[in-house]
Structure formats: C-alpha cells, structure tokens
C-alpha cells in the first residue's frame, strides 16, 4: 500500500439525533425486552410474541421506525413509538482505503468516540469493534493503553456498532427475507479487537454478542465472534459459559519477566495461571482453536529462543499464531521487527506443526490499525484549530 493511494473521505454533518427520555429497545436481551414492553403496558399473554416480532425488525430486517412494524396494530405501533426508541450509536466520520478498509469514528451518548473497522477479505468481511472507551490497563506498545478509562459502552452501544456497519454496507435483508438470503454476507464475522478489554465490560459484552448470534436477527455463528483479552484469567470460563465464542488472547511475550512489561496485566495473572485458564477454553466453550496473538517488538520479543519457548508453552492447546508486526504510533516506545525477523520467527512456529500467519496490515492509509484512528483524528482537529488560530480565525 502507497501513501498515494486514493482516500475518500466524507464527515456527516448532520447527525442522527439521539432522543432523549425514552427507553431504547436496542441492547435489550430478550427477557429484558419482554419485561420493559409488560412494564409499559403490553399484555403478558401477547408479550411473547410482542418480542419476537419486534426482535426481527429491528435485528433482523434494520428498522429504526416503528411506523413500518406493518404486522402490529397502528395503535400499537404508536404505543410503542412514544415509550420507546430504537437508537444506535451516530457516525461522524468515514474513510474508504484503497483495498476497501473502512474506518469508522463512531459518537456515543455523552459525546465520546470510538473507532470501528471494517476490514474486507476474498471470503469474508470482518468488523472490529469496541468495548470500551480507552482502556485501565496499560500494554507498552498499544496506543488505547495511554488513554485513560473513559467509560464502558453499553450492550446497546456494542451491538450498535454491528447495525451501523450493516447500514452502511446496506447489508439489511427486505423486511420479509431471512438474513441469508442475500447471497454471501459482507459483514460475516467479527472481532472484539478494538477499543478497551472485552472482559472488563463483561455483561454488556455477553449481552451484544447474544443479540450477535440470535438466529432471529443478526444470525452469526459463535465461530464467527473472536473476543480479544489481554488475559483477564477469571472471565475465561465464563466467557466460555455464557457466550461460547472464539478466544483470542493477547499473548506477546514467552517470560513473565517481558509480559509484565508488555502487558501488565501479567503482574496479576501470570503465563502459568492463563494457559490453564486457556487449556479449559476449548472444551468448555466447544470450540476448536485458540488464537495467540503476539506483536512483533523489534529486540524486545522476537528472538528465535522465544519463538521455541512459544511452541512449548502452547503444547496441548489447540492453537493458531496470530503473528502481528506492530503498528508504530507517535512516541511509542517500541519498533517494529525487521521483516524477515518475523519470517525467521513465523518459520520455527510453523515447523512446529502450528500455523502462524502473519497479519497483514490493512488500511494503512487510513491508519486503520488499532488505537490510532482517534489519535489521528485528534491530530487532524487540532492542526485544524492551530490553522484556524494562525489565520486569527
Ligand atoms: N484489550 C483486548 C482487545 C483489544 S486490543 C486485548 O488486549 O486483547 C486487540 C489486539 O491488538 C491485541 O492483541 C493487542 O495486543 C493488539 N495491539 C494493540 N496495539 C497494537 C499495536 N500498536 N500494534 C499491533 N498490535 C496491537
Ligand atoms: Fe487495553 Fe488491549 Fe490495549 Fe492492553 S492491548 S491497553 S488490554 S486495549
């Protein structure tokens, strides 16, 4: 990828009002959303059915609207239209690289910001999402690392970023259709690998990936959801239980002497205590592979012994390699790899009997990667105010 490549941008200037008071339906389990719709009024006879009817315009066909509810009553629909909305999170901005990566900056209620990528493949399109706003944890080499803790986002802000992205892929199904039945799905997988540490929102987490996998809805396999942890060791089992999808973990180190460095969550729950944690995964949650990410730090953790010290941890575990050459960011304190370092390193894994790809960087002109798009969007705002303020504007 060029710098030259052709970028479009477009800044949507007007949002999309979130309405205040009401209660709003999206993030809502089910049990939850039976009980608001019996607390405001809607028989407990008809409430079953009241869900699930409801459930499918809004997850499975994207309306917003009440009004277009064609299979509930007018006086219903306009029941339901002033108690409650049906309200996602609001764009702000988006940008198309070249090789078709989409970056999107996304505003939650109280005006803060969060990043979301799209990322297109031969024979799939993968959503990176949020959890969180910055993050308490402090991992040297990733840029969320040095924002501090705003807040978690909330089930309905979780889930809301898929919706968003199904709008703007204008992936809905006609109201009618079942959600396969619009040939090869665009969005088809998605990655909790942006923003915050999954496992420290876990309810609301747990709650959006449901609505995820709802086959009334959204409809996407477990197999399709990969959560991303740094290693929050209690949560494992229970992410296991209660969600059932696939497990990242954000590995990058082979001592505990560098992961306490690299991720000081290490200092709680050391290597020992997490593959243990990360052995019981596959069983518990009926999936086949774990996936090991580790960022290629330059001198740091890319020698060929930590590479044989790698495979020999990961003995027993079903486990693929996620080999990540790091994204350097603006006063980041490491270096990416050299090139055929990582290749060195991936080849020791992969005659191991591991698989070990090498993480492609995608949308690099649109710095896509993790924790940089709101860096770089602030960076554009203030230099935008400092040209404002050289012009005495
Ligand atoms: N908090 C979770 C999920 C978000 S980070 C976690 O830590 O797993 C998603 C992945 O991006 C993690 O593997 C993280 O280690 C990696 N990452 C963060 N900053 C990075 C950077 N600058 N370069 C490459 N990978 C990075
Ligand atoms: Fe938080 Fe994950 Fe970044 Fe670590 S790598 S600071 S856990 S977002």
Same mark, same amino acid.
């Given at each position: 990828?060029?710098?030259?490549? =052709?970028? @479009?941008?477009?800044?949507?200037?007007? =949002?999309?009002? $979130?309405?205040?008071?009401?209660?709003?339906?999206?993030?809502?389990?089910?049990?939850?959303?039976?009980?608001?719709? &019996?607390?405001?009024?809607?028989?407990?006879?008809?409430?079953?059915?009241?869900?699930?009817?409801?459930?499918?315009?809004?997850?499975?066909?994207?309306?917003?609207?009440?009004?277009?509810?064609?299979?509930?009553?007018?006086?219903?629909?306009?029941?339901?239209?002033?108690? !409650?909305?049906?309200?996602?999170?609001?764009?702000? #901005?988006?940008?198309?690289?070249?090789?078709?990566?989409?970056?999107?900056?996304?505003?939650?209620?109280?005006?803060?910001?969060?990043?979301?990528?799209?990322? =297109?493949?031969?024979?799939?399109?993968?959503?990176?999402?949020?959890?969180?706003?910055?993050?308490?944890? @402090?991992?040297? !080499?990733?840029?969320?690392?040095?924002?501090?803790?705003?807040?978690?986002?909330?089930?309905?802000?979780?889930?809301?970023?898929?919706?968003?992205?199904?709008? %703007?892929?204008?992936?809905?199904?006609?109201?009618?259709?079942?959600?396969?039945?619009?040939?090869?799905?665009?969005?088809?997988?998605?990655?909790?690998?942006?923003?915050?540490?999954?496992?420290?929102?876990?309810?609301?987490?747990?709650?959006?990936?449901?609505?995820?996998?709802?086959?009334?809805?959204?409809? $996407?396999?477990?197999?399709?959801?990969?959560?991303?942890?740094?290693?929050?060791?209690?949560?494992?089992?229970?992410? /296991?239980?209660? &969600?059932?999808?696939?497990?990242?973990?954000? !590995?990058?180190?082979?001592?505990?002497?560098?992961?306490?460095? $690299?991720?000081?969550?290490?200092?709680?729950?050391?290597?020992?205590?997490?593959?243990?944690?990360?052995?019981?995964?596959?069983?518990?949650?009926? #999936?086949?592979?774990?996936?090991?990410?580790?960022?290629?730090?330059?001198?740091?953790?890319?020698? %060929?012994?930590?590479?044989?010290?790698?495979?020999?941890?990961?003995?027993?575990?079903?486990?693929?390699?996620? $080999?990540?050459?790091?994204?350097?960011? =603006?006063?980041?304190?490491?270096?990416?790899? %050299?090139?055929?370092? &990582?290749?060195? !390193?991936?080849?020791? &894994?992969?005659?191991?009997?591991? /698989?070990?790809?090498?993480?492609?960087?995608?949308?690099?002109?649109?710095?896509?990667?993790?924790?940089?798009?709101?860096?770089?969007?602030?960076?554009?705002?203030?230099?935008?105010?400092?040209?404002?303020?050289?012009?005495?504007?």
């Amino acid at each position: 990828m060029t710098n030259s490549a =052709p970028i @479009t941008q477009d800044v949507l200037t007007i =949002p999309r009002k $979130l309405p205040e008071g009401p209660t709003n339906l999206v993030g809502l389990t089910r049990a939850r959303l039976r009980e608001v719709l &019996i607390e405001n009024g809607t028989p407990e006879k008809q409430a079953k059915m009241r869900v699930n009817q409801i459930w499918q315009w809004i997850y499975q066909w994207g309306v917003r609207d009440f009004a277009q509810m064609t299979n509930l009553s007018k006086a219903y629909r306009a029941e339901l239209a002033e108690k !409650f909305v049906i309200a996602i999170p609001e764009m702000v #901005s988006r940008q198309i690289s070249a090789d078709g990566t989409r970056k999107y900056l996304v505003r939650i209620a109280g005006g803060h910001e969060v990043e979301v990528v799209y990322i =297109p493949e031969t024979d799939r399109g993968t959503l990176c999402i949020s959890s969180q706003v910055g993050c308490t944890l @402090t991992c040297s !080499f990733c840029h969320t690392g040095t924002q501090k803790l705003v807040r978690n986002l909330t089930a309905g802000e979780i889930i809301g970023q898929v919706m968003m992205a199904r709008d %703007d892929l204008n992936e809905w199904p006609e109201p009618g259709k079942g959600t396969d039945e619009n040939g090869p799905r665009l969005l088809s997988n998605i990655v909790l690998m942006g923003m915050g540490e999954p496992l420290y929102n876990f309810e609301n987490v747990r709650d959006a990936m449901n609505i995820a996998m709802d086959g009334e809805g959204i409809s $996407l396999s477990r197999r399709r959801i990969t959560l991303s942890t740094s290693g929050v060791v209690p949560e494992i089992a229970k992410t /296991a239980q209660e &969600i059932g999808c696939m497990l990242a973990v954000s !590995f990058h180190a082979t001592t505990d002497e560098t992961r306490d460095k $690299l991720v000081p969550i290490n200092k709680r729950w050391n290597i020992a205590a997490l593959l243990d944690a990360l052995r019981a995964y596959p069983k518990l949650s009926n #999936s086949e592979r774990i996936t090991f990410e580790y960022v290629m730090l330059k001198d740091v953790n890319d020698s %060929d012994e930590d590479a044989r010290r790698l495979v020999q941890l990961i003995k027993g575990i079903p486990a693929k390699i996620n $080999l990540i050459p790091f994204n350097e960011w =603006p006063g980041s304190p490491h270096e990416r790899s %050299d090139w055929d370092r &990582i290749q060195k !390193f991936a080849d020791i &894994i992969y005659k191991a009997g591991y /698989a070990s790809p090498i993480r492609t960087p995608r949308g690099e002109d649109i710095m896509a990667a993790c924790g940089q798009l709101k860096s770089a969007t602030e960076r554009a705002r203030k230099s935008r105010k400092e040209i404002q303020a050289e012009a005495g504007l």
